[in-house]
């Protein structure tokens, strides 16, 4: 009997590693035959890779207006020169079963990828209009996944200068690294460093997803599917921060904070059901306003010992609250839950491209009326989420869904759109205009994609001395963007009003 299961053992074990061969063998084997000698992609960006859908394409939209004008070849040639200088500008991307690889691109044609865009003849003033128009149907126009994942469209006249469009996919890059690729393209700009080719070696997600991950991956998607109670009782049994992670006091915290975050990211709340949140369509509209001093911003959080981000996005709630009242709806008390980048790099490997960023959770008092009180309730919620692990979960998520079949990771990733409203941005971007073959880069804006079923996106994006918002919306959810854009500045001057009327010296 000892014999016989010793033997079913042994069997057992050499079939499995007959599999595992197998598999190994035949993604070899088809890498070979697709010609597959590139670079492996992270599963991270993979996952933003396989996460396009009809609603919302994984692509970063950002738009430069120039004074004066640039020629469409004085691009071309700055493009071949500067960022064709990063390999994932030169790649195009090929998917087999075991993931995707990034492979030069034989026929890369620069003229493929800049293009020249004229706009409908609008009447003086409407120009602006008509650039939105057409910004908003190219972030639902999908890159050809033949070349590589990004293009730029060139207006040549728009307002006495040029408007240039960029379409950039997010398996490329996220938005902390695209600001190292703009700043290699502007006049003066560095190329990327010189790196020499070698093994790939344990990086930032590798760290990630061994320490932090892999030990909870199991109980983590088991949580994500749960609800209620259920989700506690699952994570219960690592409640004990001591259990199994004997010897290492620190490490064991880490693990307890970890637990935590993922319990709070399961069990959060849908979000509150305002217009805008529901089933997205297919089209897409933004808008932008005008820059807003930053010294004023400045000075108006530090009177308010708050951040100048907690100023931001006190702006952001008051003009979406302020949108939904326009339209007759009852805010009082409501809140919606925004996504929020969190940077995961350091910023001197930025040219390094790739994804290296998690998301937290913030909710938004958008009914909250007075603008003093509103801002010293978002500067407690930011602060509550300092030293919160939910930007390496969230980061971990993702490196786990990018092994996943599409249905498993949608089904993993409709988490943050059923809890969720909006994802928004916050790029401190240089403080000096900058200059591009010649001209004035006047403004700089640009939208992260939303991912599942969000509609809203809000960026905001400081340049130059001014603080730039953008909105970008489904027609479905939110058919006039300009409507949210237009509150923000009166916001702010609500605030600064009120903060200047504030008692002082008691």
Known sequence: MVTRIVAQQAAGAAARKAIKAVRRNATRAASGMLGLTGERMTKVDTAWLRMDSPSNLMMIVGIWTLKPGIKYQELCQRVQERLLKYARFRQRVTQDAAGATWVEDADL?????????????RAKGQEQAALQERVGQLAMEPL???HPLWQMHLVEDYQGGSALVVRIHHCIADGIALISV???????????????RKEPSAGAEDWISDTLIKPFTDMTVKALGAAGEGAARSLGMLRDPQKGLAG?????????????????????????????????????RVAWCEPIPL?????????????????????VAGALGEYLKSLGDDVTGQEIRAMIPVNLRPLDQAYKLGNRFGLVPLVLPIGMENPIERVYEVR??????????????AF??????????????????????????????NVPGPREKLKFLGSTLEQSMFWVPQSGDIGLGVSILSYGGGVQFGVITDTLLCPDPQKIIDGFEPEFAKLSLVTLMLPWGE
């Open 295 to 315: 010294e004023e911003v400045k000075a108006v959080g530090k009177a308010l010992n708050c951040s100048i981000n907690d100023v931001l996005l006190s702006c």
């Open 248 to 284: 290492s006091l620190d490490l064991a915290k880490l693990a307890y904070q970890v637990v935590s975050d993922a319990a709070a990211l399961a069990l959060m709340p849908d979000d509150s059901k305002t217009r805008l949140k529901g089933k997205p369509g297919t089209a897409k």
């Open 144 to 146: 050809d996944h033949d």
């Open 109 to 121: 044609d620069i003229e493929r990828h800049v293009v020249r865009e004229k706009l409908p003849r």
């Open 182 to 196: 703009t700043m290699s393209l502007v006049d003066g700009g560095a190329a990327p460093p010189e790196r020499k």
């Open 396 to 425: 971990g998520l993702l490196a786990v869904a990018g092994l996943l079949i599409k249905p498993a990771q949608e089904a993993m990733l409709s988490l943050f759109g059923k809890k969720t409203t909006a994802v928004m941005t």
């Open 380 to 393: 407690r919620r930011m602060n509550a989420l300092k030293g919160s692990t939910q930007p390496l979960l």
